[in-house]
């Protein structure tokens, strides 16, 4: 789905990653479920472009609804798999702290499992392979994605900034559409590792120049990232 010229999202508003087009090729960030290797492929085909025109794939956070289709990816065509040194364990392994569900309604909930098992959830494969970047790195990806540390969801969360696209995304860092409750609008993100932590690094993204803010749940949020900190606090 193209939102915005070299802007393009795959999945929906349950789970979401996005696809960055530009002359030097395509970066990626974010690898949702593994059933939307197909959701790629269609976005690629409909770009007249092929998996070899993808330079690296650049993961949020290890979390298993963001990493799906990463290592077949990697395994399959090369493509490298950036993480945060902090959450390259998580990404490898899937081993994280058990975080309390929170608030939940039952429609919404079971709707989130079920579009998990259609998209293959249950038979996610972890990354074998990582390169890992830090807070500040710019990438020689195309688009020259710069990484914001947003610890707090996990240890390692980033968000990623990428002016070619107009855009930052932020994983978990926040959300428009919360997939326990179904509740829309910029929100906390459910199954946050501290939620203290996470609400303070909103800030780090409040200065960023961007026309959209990209969430991994929800609908993507059209408005500057400065509005984007006190509207997620008061919610």
Known sequence: MKLAP???????????SYLVDTDEGITLVDAGL????????????SL?????DIRGLILTHGDGDHIGFAERLRREHGVPVYVHAADAHRAQTGEKPKTPMGPMKLTPTLG?????LRKNALRTTYVKEVVEVHDGDVLDLPGSP????????????????VP???????????????VLTGHEGLQPAPFTDDPAEASASLDRIAGLKASWVLP??????????????????AA
């Open 164 to 178: 070619i696209a107009d855009a930052v995304f932020v994983g978990d860092g926040l959300t428009t559409r919360h």
């Open 48 to 52: 007249g472009k092929t998996h070899a």
């Open 112 to 116: 989130f499992f079920a579009y998990g």
């Open 216 to 233: 991994g749940h929800g609908a993507p949020w059209h408005g500057s990232p400065g509005d984007v900190p006190s509207a997620v606090r």
């Open 146 to 161: 710069v990484i914001v540390g947003m610890p707090g969801h996990s240890p390692g969360s980033i968000a990623v900034h």
């Open 6 to 16: 070299h802007l393009h999202r795959l999945g929906n508003d349950i789970v979401a």
């Open 34 to 45: 593994p059933g939307h290797w197909h959701d790629l492929e269609r976005e690629l085909e």
